[in-house]
C-alpha cells in the first residue's frame, strides 16, 4: 500500500547557517514539534513550566534544541507529504553507536549553550545536578552499562497531531532500522507516557528491564523545579 509520506535525511549544515538561523527548514520542524509536544508533562517540567500553563513559546524553541544537536552530531530526518508541496509533517533525531547527545563542542555551542541560558539558574543547577546524572544512572540500568552509547538512540520523535496515526512515525524509525540491519546494532528510546510506550511497543520495541511485571515497575519518576512530575520508561529493539 502506498504511503501518503516520504522520509528525507537533513544535510549537516555550515556552522554558519546555523549562527544565522538561515537553514529553512528548521522553523518548519520547529513548527511541527510545537505542534506535536503541546501539552506533553515531560516538555513542561524540563523547562521550568507548569504543565496547567496554557502557554506553548517555549516548546518548539526547547525541541529544536535537540534537533540541531541531531544535525551537529547525529542524523535527522523529516517525513513530508508525498506530493508537489513536500509539506514536513514529522521529524526524528537519532544518534548513533558510539556518539550521544552533546558529545561535541559543535553541540555544546550552538544546543546545549543556548538552551541553558535560556533557562533560570535554579532550573540549570536542576538539569547538572539531578535530571542528567539520574537520567543517566536509569537508563544504564534499564539497558545495562554502555548499551545506550553502543546502540542508536532515538532522542526526538515527533509528528503534527494532525498527520498521527498514519505510519509517519514507523517511516522515520524504519529508516535507522534498515540502515543498521546488517551491523546489529540495538535501538533504544525513552518515554514518558504510557501512550507513548503503546507506540514503541507497536513499533518493535520492549520496555527495559525485561522479566518485570507491568510497565509500572519498570519506570522512574523525575520531579522538577515546579514540584510537577513525569514518569520515564525505557524501550529496546532489537536489530532484526
Known amino acids: 500500500m502506498h504511503t501518503p509520506f516520504r522520509v528525507r535525511k537533513l544535510d549537516s549544515p555550515a556552522l554558519e547557517d546555523l549562527s544565522s538561523g538561515s537553514l529553512p527548514e528548521l522553523r518548519d520542524i520547529e513548527l511541527v514539534l510545537a505542534k506535536a509536544f503541546t501539552g506533553d508533562i515531560f516538555t513542561a517540567v524540563v523547562t521550568g513550566h507548569n504543565p496547567k500553563d496554557p502557554a506553548t513559546a517555549h516548546i518548539g524553541p526547547f525541541w529544536k534544541s535537540t534537533v540541531v544537536a541531531g544535525l551537529l552530531g547525529g542524523e535527522v ?22 556518539h550521544t547527545m552533546y ?6 555551542k550552538y544546543s546545549l549553550g543556548p538552551l541553558m541560558a535560556s533557562f533560570s539558574e ?8 539531578q535530571f542528567l546524572p539520574r537520567y543517566d544512572s536509569f537508563v544504564a540500568s534499564a539497558l545495562g552499562e554502555g548499551a545506550k552509547h553502543n546502540s542508536w538512540h532515538l532522542q526526538t520523535l515527533g509528528v503534527d497531531p494532525l498527520y498521527q496515526r498514519r505510519g509517519a512515525a514507523g517511516l ?13 546494532a540495538m535501538f533504544c528510546v525513552e518515554a514518558e507516557t504510557e501512550t507513548n510506550v503503546e507506540v514503541y511497543t507497536k513499533l518493535g520495541f520492549q520496555v527495559m528491564p525485561k522479566g518485570k511485571n507491568g510497565i509500572h515497575n519498570c519506570s522512574d519518576t523525575f520531579t522538577g523545579v515546579t514540584g510537577d512530575s513525569f514518569p520515564m520508561w525505557v524501550l529496546m529493539r532489537e536489530a532484526n
Open 77 to 98: 530526518y523529516v517525513a513530508e507529504t508525498d506530493d508537489a508541496e513536500r509539506r514536513i509533517i514529522g521529524c526524528a533525531v537519532w544518534f548513533g553507536p558510539g
Open 122 to 129: 535554579e532550573l540549570q543547577q536542576w538539569w547538572h545536578s
Open 103 to 108: 558529545d561535541t563542542e559543535a553541540q555544546q
Open 172 to 184: 522515520l524509525i524504519n529508516v535507522i532500522v534498515e540502515k543498521a540491519r546488517s551491523t546489529g
